[in-house]
């Protein structure tokens, strides 16, 4: 029996099958990095460890020890089956026959970043940049269907002293479909510790990354709030609607709202620049998601729009006004409707931050 054992980002991190897995096995092989953390599980068992490299001579090692009759944890860093040693093994294990395999899976750099960065990952692809076996061609196609899919990204290996180019390669696609300002979550991780920083696409290129560095790059609807990296998923937050929202909706229903820049209007233009004022009331609110720049007063329960200048727009309007009439029938369906209205946001949100 081959048990597969992915030990996470660090110890503190390991799960407890893993540990478990580990103390009953006669026979450890790992690279020699991650012995460290698992160090006081080896007692009396051999120990196996390898170089950087050695994936392919590792796992054979495995199998011929397993062929022995030994119990095998075959160590893998993150999870198994994510850039980890499973891949390798089930590669091999078809030259034998009745081969038992278990695959034990651990936390993988993508979710350790983001729990450290707060919630940042809904809808993402996970891409290495590393071209030791995949090619550069293959590394960019998948960046740029990722972008064109306005996936978040999470990016592992992405720079090495002498591999550069898929960074470089990778980074230019990134700025062609996704807007200079989203935001990038930077995870620098040892066994011991990792340093978090936020920062924009536009200024990634200028930060320090290396081989162990994790980079999440988000979506459009992708804000950073009190330090944290968030993707909403879109929750419906419960509302009532305002009587002077009413009053604008059932004008809006018989046709009777001025579309585009309303300047007879005394409080025009209330976000202090050119707007277009079309829905003065936002059909959304509260959206209670901050990627357009929304906000909760604390202690008030209350939304703040304010700093929203996306639902004033000229491109957000063209985007919501044909579909708008579809879903909302009567003032009602602000708040019966309102998933359907959600995503409509999501589509315009997408149609108009991305590239
Ligand atoms: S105006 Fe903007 S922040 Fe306010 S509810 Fe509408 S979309 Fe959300």
């Known amino acids: 029996m081959i048990s597969i054992v992915g030990i996470g980002p660090n110890r503190e991190n390991i799960s407890v099958k893993a540990i478990e897995t580990i103390k009953n096995a006669e026979v450890v092989i790992a690279y020699k990095g991650y012995i460290k953390p698992i160090q006081d599980l080896l007692e009396g068992k051999e120990v196996i460890k390898k ?15 397993s062929l022995q009759g030994k119990k095998v944890a075959l160590v893998s860093s993150g999870d198994p089956g994510i850039f980890g040693m499973g891949n390798v093994l089930f590669q091999l ?30 809808d993402f692809s996970v ?53 200079l300002s989203t935001p990038v979550g930077i995870v620098r991780s040892t066994d011991e510790s990792s340093e978090v920083e936020i920062t924009s696409l536009k200024n990634l290129i200028d930060k320090e990354i290396n081989m162990s560095t ?7 609807m992708t804000y950073v709030k009190e330090g944290y990296m968030i ?15 009413v009053d604008f909706y059932e004008k809006f229903l018989k046709g009777e709202i001025t579309v585009g820049a309303n300047r007879e209007c005394e409080y025009y233009p209330c976000h202090q620049h050119p707007q277009n004022c079309t829905f003065c009331y936002c059909p959304f609110y509260p959206c209670g998601d901050g990627s357009t720049g929304g ?15 996306w639902i004033h727009d000229n491109k957000t309007v063209k985007c919501i006004l044909p579909k708008l009439s579809k879903i909302l029938k009567e003032t009602d ?6 998933k359907e209205l959600l995503k409509l946001r999501r589509e315009c949100i997408h149609n108009t931050y991305t590239k």
């Open 51 to 65: 170089g950087m490299g050695d994936e392919v001579r590792r796992a054979e090692l495995a199998i011929n020890k």
């Open 93 to 122: 294990i078809g030259k034998h026959e009745g081969f038992l395999v278990e695959v034990v899976p651990g936390i993988t750099a993508a979710t350790f970043a983001a729990s450290l960065l707060g919630a940042p990952l809904h």
């Open 127 to 179: 891409i290495s940049l590393s071209d030791i076996l995949t090619p550069l061609s293959e590394i960019k196609r998948k960046v740029e269907h990722a972008c064109k899919g306005d996936f978040v990204i999470v990016i592992y290996n992405p720079l090495s002293k002498t591999r550069k180019k898929p960074f470089k390669e990778a980074y230019n696609i990134l700025v062609k479909y996704k807007k």
């Open 214 to 220: 994790t980079l999440i790059v988000g979506n459009s």
């Open 231 to 245: 993707t909403p998923r879109g929750y419906t937050v419960p509302s009532e609607i305002h009587p002077l929202a």
């Open 295 to 309: 906000k909760w007063i604390t202690g008030k329960n209350v939304w703040s729009c304010e700093d929203c200048f």
């Open 333 to 338: 369906d602000l708040i019966k409707r309102k």
